[in-house]
């Protein structure tokens, strides 16, 4: 299994619908997940940090499965605005300061 | 809200040259960070630097790569002999702590080699 795996997409939805991207992790002694949302050509930012068995933070909402090493978001009510590219991220190594990004899933919300 | 700065927003370098890339970590942040993304490819993990001396590095971090931190508050990643492989974007990040804790990244600088 890849270290973190993700599918790139893209997703094309409308304006309002819930979308949802997944990402597997091979790690299994990673306790700590992070989602960041990037912009073409711009640095990561991050969008949510996921600690436990979820998050939730307006129309964003993560989920962990430890059992099955996989993690996901769901956008709800989805903006023109969300149109990103969303990083699945997962630190790594003995110290967990290595972050490992998986490719990123693509979303191109559309009018 | 305090943010990662870098400087240049891009470098444009001949082959062979040396190159200095900074970055102003956030203030109050102890560990810090430098990625790279070549064109169309995934964020890759550099080096981590806390307590001015390195905790881990990638296979990519060299002995043509090098990190300081030379006062309180840059924070510089040197390529000595730069190769054209080693065009991409740079990203500088810092972190509160280290396990657990989010890592902020500066807005990056684009480097080209030719």
């Known amino acids: 299994r890849k270290e973190v795996e993700q599918d790139p997409g893209p997703f094309n939805v409308p304006e309002g619908a819930t979308v949802a991207f997944n990402c597997t992790y091979s790690n299994s002694a990673s306790q700590s997940f992070f989602w960041y949302r990037q912009d073409c050509r711009k640095e990561p930012k991050l969008l949510m940090s996921v600690y436990s068995s979820g998050n939730e933070d307006g129309r964003f909402t993560a989920q962990l499965n430890r059992a099955s090493q996989y993690i996901s978001l769901l956008i709800r009510d989805s903006k023109l605005s969300d149109s990103a590219t969303y990083l699945c991220v997962v630190p790594m190594n003995t110290g967990f300061q290595k972050l490992v990004f998986g490719t990123g899933t693509r979303l191109l919300v559309s009018p | 809200e305090p943010e990662v700065t870098q400087t240049p927003s891009h470098q444009v370098t001949q082959m062979g040259q040396e190159v200095i890339l900074r970055c102003v970590p956030i203030s109050n942040h102890l560990y810090f960070y430098w990625y790279r993304q070549i064109l169309g490819q995934k964020v890759e993990f550099l080096v981590s630097?806390?307590?001015?001396?390195?905790?881990?590095k990638s296979e990519i971090f060299d002995d043509q790569f090098s990190v300081e931190r030379p006062d309180g508050s840059n924070f510089t990643l040197k390529i000595r002999s730069t190769k054209l492989e080693d065009s991409a974007m740079y990203f500088c990040a810092s972190s509160v702590g280290d396990r657990d804790q989010p890592q902020h990244f500066g807005d990056g600088t684009r480097l080209s080699i030719l």
């Open positions: 630097f806390y307590n001015n001396e390195i905790s881990e």
